[in-house]
Nanobody, 127 residues
Framework: KVRLQESGGGSVQVGGSLRLSCSLS????????LAWYRQAPGKECELVAS????????VYADSVKGRFTISRDEGVKTVFLQMNDVRPGDTAVYYC????????????????????WGQGTQVTVSS
């Protein structure tokens, strides 16, 4: 069974750092796109970062470029999102996804077009 479980969320002050983790099981993630999404209250689901199976192609939202980094550790089967210089606009629930369907206006939840989706972890940035 495909399973993704996020951890590492919490409260952080403006300018601080946080690292989110997502443990992966039940599928060959070396063959899958891995991605982080987020959704803030009253806002649409947003693709934050993604990486292809070969770890050669990376995509970042303009709002996080130069501050966030997506990476994976095959040994522990985990994908990470390193968040640096966080801002109040980064406050959201963050989700990890495997082979997500990339489409504008999608929901931040599993659909039959996705391989897997996590339950989410809250990140709150305070000033």
């Amino acid at each position: 069974k495909v399973r993704l479980q996020e951890s590492g969320g919490g409260s952080v002050q403006v300018g601080g750092s946080l690292r989110l983790s997502c443990s992966l099981s039940g599928f060959d993630f070396e063959d899958s796109d891995l991605a982080w999404y987020r959704q803030a209250p009253g806002k649409e689901c947003e693709l934050v970062a993604s990486m292809d199976p070969d770890a050669t192609k990376y995509v970042y939202a303009d709002s996080v470029k130069g501050r966030f980094t997506i990476s994976r550790d095959e040994g522990v089967k985990t994908v990470f999102l390193q968040m640096n210089d966080v801002r109040p606009g980064d406050t959201a629930v963050y989700y990890c996804a495997a082979d997500p369907r990339y489409e504008a206006g999608r929901e931040c939840s599993y659909s039959v077009y996705d391989l897997g989706w996590g339950q989410g972890t809250q990140v709150t940035v305070s000033s």
